[in-house]
């Protein structure tokens, strides 16, 4: 071997391992300073009940937000709206009365529903007083109207002024039947939201939505916790400005007390509820109810921060996450503060936390990124609902918005979650970030609890911005699959919107949480160095927005 060969492959030896390190050399400083000791300091403070339980309109939102806006100054990020942090978002309060009965009258029979345990109810009207006054109850089965999956629920009956009764989730989920709907994954359709916004477009004047675990995704007591309290909604929303006076829910047991009391079977119609041809039953009942209405105007707040890029600045990648809960509930006996530890001071700790990493990188990406901790999620995610309509720099310039809503506490794993996975060109980010560490995507193993319409990447999905909503994976790399799901599941049902979900720095793991933090920042690393705007698939109903704002 000639000496001028050797020394040509010493040469491109070491041209190719100062290409291979060069990324690596430019992630390393940002990588490393994604550490336990400091996440577990920002969740601890955030999750503290000094913060009691982060409710907006509150001391624990003053606390909170002094606390993000600290951070961010401190990192160098620039406040997004001007020389502030603050995004403003104006909210009705409205807090419903706990003495509030819903009675149901068959003839001379009559059915009194207690406020919380039979059901809650809750107006988004301002009015001083709210009355309802024998109303005629229709049964309208899953209260569905999906001209794309063929379905109406209300084509047969008009229920103008009315109370509409009917189930929670959609009729592929109940019938796991892959032609109607989409099958065992739950549809945007079953969600109690759409269903409330459904019934106030048909004229009604109240809906009752009947609970069930399974379909619901969760246990009455999450129902119970959530709308107990003053509830907060957009000023000037769409649902207040309509007829509908009541939202409320009733347990399965109520209903089937109120069908017994109707002489109908609760097995039979509900379901024929799920089989093409079903018609809406009128069930010979009447509900009133009449409550004074406690109402007050508010605001709450997004806190934002950029961190500017260095060619395209108009350009951003949004990471989100709530830093909302519950707050206290005084009516509770022993520990009454929801500190909504995992969700969400986990998602917001990482998002200072990736702040932080992004300012460690030697050079700086070529997108601005905003760091977004929006409010009011746990209200019907609000805060993003409000950001996506009234953005602090334009939809059409931000290429991705990445959400994180409750991290991983139970240990390290092969995988990570991507809800709504097949949605969007952001799946191959994320599977590309993913294969560099030797893990994989999977997709939401339980599509019928309809993660995907559940947390901020929603509001932005249905803006037309691609999102991705990247969640904890269930391949525990020390105890396998069934382990890590039953563990979650053991988590939901102990803590999950309870005042159980705490800081446990004993019980939980953070290696797979750091693990899954690197991936974040690294997916909004690489779309905030490329060029492409990412897409959603065809097919899925957010691409056409997308498409007519890109024009
Ligand atoms: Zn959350």
Redesign the pocket.
């Known amino acids: 071997m000639n000496k001028t060969y050797i020394l040509f492959c010493l040469m491109l030896m070491i041209i190719i391992s100062f290409g291979c390190n060069r990324e690596e050399k430019m992630l390393k400083s940002s990588l490393d300073s994604i550490a336990e000791d400091d996440i577990k300091a920002k969740i601890s403070i955030l999750a503290s009940d000094e913060f009691l339980g982060r409710a907006p309109a509150t001391e624990g939102e003053e606390k909170t937000i002094s606390y993000l806006a600290e951070q961010f100054r401190k990192t160098g990020l620039e406040p997004a709206i001007g020389t502030s942090y603050f995004q403003e978002v104006p909210l009705i309060a409205i807090t419903p009365d706990p003495s509030l009965k819903l009675v149901i009258t068959c003839g001379r029979n009559k059915l009194d529903l207690n406020f919380s345990d039979d059901f809650i109810g809750y107006t988004c009207q301002t009015g001083a007083e709210i009355t309802i006054d024998n109303s005629e109850v229709v049964f309208i089965g899953y209260g569905i109207n999906a001209p794309e999956y063929g379905w109406n629920d209300y084509k047969d009956v008009d229920v103008k002024g009315k109370t509409v009764l009917m189930l929670v989730n959609d009729p592929g989920y109940v019938t796991g039947d892959s032609a109607l709907f989409t099958g065992k994954a739950m549809t945007i359709y079953g969600r109690w939201t759409y269903k409330y916004e459904e019934a106030a477009r048909q004229g009604a004047c109240a809906a009752i939505i009947i609970h069930e675990t399974g379909a619901a995704a969760y246990p009455w007591d999450v129902v119970r916790n959530s709308w107990s309290g003053r509830q907060f909604h957009l000023a000037g929303n769409e649902l207040s400005k309509s007829d509908l006076k009541l939202q409320s829910w009733i347990t399965t047991e109520s209903a089937k007390k109120l069908f017994e009391s109707a002489g109908v079977d609760y097995a039979a119609v509900t379901s024929s509820a799920s089989k093409r041809g079903f018609k809406p039953v009128k069930m010979n009942l009447k509900a009133s109810a009449s409550w004074k209405n406690k109402v007050e105007y508010t605001k709450s707040v997004n806190v934002a921060a950029v961190w500017p890029g260095s060619e395209r600045k108009d350009e951003y990648v949004i990471y989100t996450a ?1 830093w909302d ?1 519950f707050g206290v509930n005084p009516s509770i006996k022993g520990d009454s503060i929801f500190n ?1 530890a995992l ?2 001071a986990t ?1 917001t700790a990482a998002l200072i936390e990736i702040a932080e990493a992004f300012v460690c990188l030697p050079k700086k990406q070529k997108r601005s990124v905003l760091f977004l901790a929006v409010t009011c ?2 209200q019907g995610l609000l805060g993003s609902k409000f950001y996506a309509k009234n953005p602090v720099f334009p939809l059409n310039k931000t290429a991705a918005v990445i959400n994180m ?2 991290l991983n506490i139970f240990g390290r794993t092969r995988d990570m979650t991507i809800i709504g996975y097949g949605n969007s060109q952001l799946d191959d980010y994320a599977e590309s970030v993913l294969k560099k560490y030797n893990r994989y995507a999977s997709p939401d193993p339980e599509p019928e609890k309809g993660g995907y319409f ?2 901020d990447h929603l509001s932005f999905a249905l803006a037309g911005v691609p999102s991705l909503y990247l969640s904890g994976g269930i391949d525990d790399i020390e105890h396998g699959k069934a382990w890590a799901l039953a563990e979650a599941e053991k988590w939901i049902i102990a803590n999950y919107h309870k005042p159980g979900d705490n800081y446990e720095p004993d019980k939980w793991k953070f290696d797979g949480m750091i693990d899954d933090i690197k991936v974040y920042f690294e997916v909004g690393y690489d779309l905030s160095n490329t060029e492409e705007f990412p897409e959603w698939n065809p097919g899925t109903p957010y691409r056409s927005v997308r498409e007519n704002m890109m024009k």
């Open positions: 709530h809960h909504g969700d969400n998602g999620e746990e809503d409750a559940r947390s």
